[in-house]
C-alpha cells in the first residue's frame, strides 16, 4: 500500500463516512460536496473534450473525449475502439465532470475514444430512468455507425452496477452486444445481502454497512431492490460478453463483485476479477496521484483492447469468409 493510498483512506475516513453515518441522505449536500473538485484534470495532450449537455443532446448527453484530429501530440487511438463510461454515485450525485480523473485516464491507456454519459439522477427520476438512459445511448451509439464490437461499457460504483444491468437489458431486448464490460467496484445487490456490509463495516474508509440500502431507497423508490435491472446480482448472467471486475479487500460491497463473478463464471461468462488489498471504494477515481490507481488502470485498458481487438478479428474472419 502506497502512501498516497494510505493518505487517500485518510481523507476519507475523516471526510466521507462521517457523512454515510448519518440516519438521513442529503442529496443536495453530495452533490455541492462533489461538484467541489479540489483538482481538476486538464485534457490530455493531443485529445479534445466535446461537452454535450443541450437537452436535444439526448441520449448522447455528456461529454466525448477524442484524439485531436488538428495536430498535437500523436496519439495512438484504433478508431474503431470506443468506451461508453457510466459514473458513479449512488445514482443520485456526482456526474461526468466529478469523474473525469478516471475517464482521463482510462481513455489515454486504451486508446479509446470514450463518452461518459450524463444519465439522469435520482431522486427525480427513480429506477429505471438510469437504465433507459444507457440502453438508448447504447443504441444512439449504433445508430450512428460504431460497431458493437468495438465498444466496452465501463462503469464504477452504482455506474458498474448500471453498466451490467444495461448488458442484461440488451440481452433481454435481443440487441447486439458490446466487446466486455469494465466494472470498477460495482454495486450490484441494491438488497445489501452481502456479508462484507457487515464484516468490512469499520474496515472500509469511505462507506458504513448501513448507509447502503438508504442509497438503495433514493433511486429504487418503490421498486423491489431485487429487480433484476436494478440488483444485476439477482439476473440470468447467460450469453453475457466478457467481464473485468476490481474491488478493494476492505469495501463494504466487496461482495457484491465477488458473487457476481462467481454467478456469472457459472453461467459460461469470461470473467477477470480482482481483489486488490487495502485499496478503498474506486481507488482509480484518485488517478494519477495513487500509483495503485494507474496500475488498475493499466489493467483495465489492457482488457479493453483485448476484447475488442478479438471482437475485430471475428468480424474480419466473419467476412472474408462470406
Known amino acids: 500500500m502506497s502512501w498516497q493510498s494510505a493518505l487517500a483512506c485518510w481523507f476519507l475516513r475523516r471526510q466521507f463516512r462521517p457523512q454515510t453515518l448519518k440516519p438521513d441522505i442529503n442529496v443536495g449536500r453530495a452533490r455541492a460536496l462533489t461538484a467541489k473538485r479540489v483538482w481538476v484534470p486538464s ?18 448527453r455528456g461529454e466525448w473525449l477524442e484524439p485531436s484530429r488538428t495536430g498535437g501530440a500523436v496519439t495512438d487511438v484504433a478508431p474503431q475502439r470506443t468506451i461508453l463510461y457510466l459514473h458513479g454515485g449512488g445514482y443520485y450525485f456526482c456526474s461526468p465532470q466529478s469523474h473525469r ?20 439522477l435520482a431522486p427525480e427520476h427513480r429506477f429505471p430512468a438510469a437504465l433507459e438512459d444507457a440502453v438508448a445511448a447504447w443504441r444512439r451509439l449504433l445508430a450512428d455507425g460504431t460497431p458493437a464490437g468495438s465498444i466496452v461499457i465501463a462503469g464504477d460504483s452504482a455506474g458498474g452496477g448500471l453498466a451490467l444491468a444495461t448488458l442484461v437489458a440488451l440481452r433481454d431486448a435481443g440487441d447486439p ?3 466486455g464490460a469494465v ?34 431507497q433514493v433511486y429504487l423508490g418503490d421498486a423491489a431492490p431485487t429487480h433484476p435491472y436494478a440488483s444485476p446480482l439477482y439476473a440470468d448472467l447467460r450469453g453475457l460478453p466478457p467481464l473485468f471486475m476490481q474491488a478493494g479487500e476492505t469495501e463494504v460491497l466487496l461482495d457484491d463483485t465477488r458473487r457476481v463473478a462467481a ?51 471475428q468480424s474480419s474472419s466473419e467476412t472474408s469468409i462470406v
Open 183 to 216: 466494472l470498477f467496484s460495482p454495486w450490484t445487490d441494491l438488497a445489501a445481502t452481502g456479508d462484507t456490509i457487515r464484516s468490512n463495516d469499520g474496515r472500509d474508509p469511505m462507506f458504513s454497512g448501513p448507509a447502503i440500502v438508504r442509497a438503495a
Open 101 to 120: 480523473s478516471l475517464v482521463f485516464e482510462l481513455a489515454k491507456r486504451a486508446g479509446a475514444r470514450t463518452f461518459s454519459l450524463d444519465y439522469r
Open 263 to 313: 454467478k456469472a463464471r457459472e453461467a459460461g461468462v469470461q470473467v477477470e476479477c480482482e481483489i486488490w488489498p487495502k485499496m478503498p471504494h474506486v481507488w482509480h477515481i484518485f488517478a494519477p496521484f495513487i500509483p495503485e490507481a494507474g496500475a488498475a488502470l493499466d489493467r483495465a485498458a489492457a482488457f479493453v483492447n483485448q476484447v475488442t481487438s478479438v471482437r475485430a478479428a
Open 43 to 60: 485534457v490530455p495532450r493531443g485529445w479534445v473534450l466535446r461537452e454535450q449537455y443541450r437537452p436535444d443532446d439526448a441520449p448522447l
Open 177 to 179: 452486444m458490446p466487446a
